[in-house]
């Protein structure tokens, strides 16, 4: 056999070896493209797309509501039946998804801003001191903590990788975290320029494996779920404090100064950037992603719809407060609270307007559809279940 024989077949078997650990490195598929039928994760999936499965009706009823000790900003999560989420009164929550009734608990010893995440039988949230907790879903004790250096305010999302399960959360110590889900142990940090707002999402469509996010740095980065390298960053021009939303090969988010970007993750470029002339306010809503349409919501007080393929705005819808809350597409409707105190559930096609709900206090949790429930924290403390 000649040298050149012999370099072919050792390239083809480190090839082979790449393509072999790529896969074991691939995610779990994240449901961007077929919408979530639980609500485990902030945003219904590890691509953060804001969709859900099933259908809801054109009115809701009050089911239950649940008090807190103070307002909730935290996003609820559901799962086996349970709802979960944390609350300024420095607790996290579960509670009876059929009754609202309080099942657990845990004291964190400070505010919880950031949505709640369930994987297997462990919750993991992180709370304002810049905790990360690891709680069993069963009764809300402890299995580990792990601290950051600043406060926790997004979500964290999780990978499955060959050394096992991962936990991904950003920080206002300028870090993106991945830690072993088992332990809390850090498998690697990636270090950016200012703070973390908003929740990682997972992108596994391509050869390499990556996360995506935004920081206060005002670029959106592309990181490796391998080892926490950077492949690609993108300069946006503002602050990103919203997370992204991803679907195909499209990664999709607001800016601070009111730019609702697609950015191309198979180029790494920003596709189309769409703003409203009159009135350029910051997106901290995240966006949803559904079919050829892309919702968000503005601190101008609007919920707007843009075309996938092009940013042109498809449908406006005002409100009387800023949107922080981000919203959820379920079938043919979207649903989305206000800081105006109302809960509303729109027509996806018209934007029209087809039942809303005023709890008389600002709404900047995101609401958890599941079963055609819809679940949602506001500024008075409580949480409100609604349904058929």
């Keep these: 056999m000649n040298h050149r024989n012999i370099d072919y077949i050792v390239r083809m078997n480190f090839a082979l070896l790449a393509v072999l650990v790529t896969a074991m490195l691939m995610p779990v598929p994240a449901a961007a493209d077929e919408p979530a039928a639980g609500w485990p994760i902030y945003r219904g999936d590890q691509a953060l797309s804001g969709r859900a499965a099933g259908s809801l009706p054109e009115r809701l009823r009050l089911l239950w509501t649940f008090q807190a000790d103070d307002q909730i900003r935290s996003s609820p999560v559901v799962d086996q039946d349970m709802v979960f989420f944390g609350s300024y009164d420095g607790g996290v929550y579960a509670l009876d998804l059929a009754r609202g009734r309080r099942i657990w608990r845990f004291d964190t010893g400070s505010a919880v801003e950031a949505p709640p995440l369930v994987v297997g039988d462990t919750l993991f949230v992180g709370s304002l001191d810049g905790t990360l907790f690891a709680l069993r879903t069963k009764n809300g004790k402890q299995r580990w903590s792990y601290a950051a250096e600043n406060r926790i305010i997004g979500s964290a999302n999780w990978v499955q990788s060959r050394s096992g399960t991962r936990i991904l959360v950003g920080s206002y110590d300028n870090r993106l975290h991945c830690l072993d889900a088992g332990s809390g142990k850090p498998a690697w940090t990636f270090q950016t320029d200012h703070y973390i707002n908003g929740a ?13 996010f935004g920081g206060c740095d005002m670029l959106v980065h592309l990181v490796s779920l391998d080892n926490g390298l950077e492949l690609a960053k993108i300069e946006v021009g503002s602050y990103v404090a919203a997370s992204a939303a991803i679907s195909g090969h499209q990664a999709f988010l607001g800016d601070y100064d009111g730019a609702l970007l697609c950015v191309d993750l198979s180029r790494a470029q920003v596709a189309w950037e769409y703003y409203d ?10 966006p ?5 349409r892309v919702i968000a919501g ?31 597409i379920c079938g043919d409707k979207v649903v989305f609270g206000s800081l105006d105190g109302r809960i509303y559930l729109l027509d996806l096609i018209s934007g029209k307007e087809l039942w809303s709900y005023e709890v008389g206090a600002g709404i900047a949790s995101s609401p958890a ?4 429930m819809v679940i949602v924290g506001a500024d008075d ?8």
Aim: aromatic share 10%.
């Design 200 to 212: 990682p999402a997972i992108y596994g469509a391509g050869a390499q494996p990556m996360t995506v």
């Design 298 to 328: 503005s601190r101008d007080g609007r919920l707007h719809c843009l075309d996938r393929s092009s940013g042109k705005a498809l449908w406006i819808f005002p409100t009387g407060g800023d949107i922080d809350s981000s919203p959820v």
């Design 369 to 372: 559809l599941v079963d055609g």
């Design 381 to 388: 403390g409580r949480v409100y279940a609604f349904g058929r």
């Design 288 to 292: 949803a992603v559904a079919g050829d």
């Design 277 to 286: 002339q009159d009135l350029r306010a910051p997106f901290f809503s995240s």
